[in-house]
């Protein structure tokens, strides 16, 4: 089962940017930007999160 991404999902999908991001060497840690790209006016991502 998926759902939409949630605002309390930022620091899931900000821990999982950063293991993603270390694989080019550039890990990042502000959960804001997710919050902003993903929830904010414009957002320019769509999540859907897997659950149990």
């Known amino acids: 089962m998926t759902r939409e991404a949630r605002p309390d999902d930022a620091a899931a999908l900000a821990r999982l940017s950063r293991a993603l991001a270390a694989h080019v060497a550039n890990p990042g840690g502000d959960t804001s930007l997710i919050v902003e790209a993903c929830f904010g006016r414009e957002p320019w ?4 999160v897997a659950e149990r």
């Not at 991502?45 to 859907?48: A, G, R, V, W």
């Open 45 to 48: 991502l769509e999540i859907h």
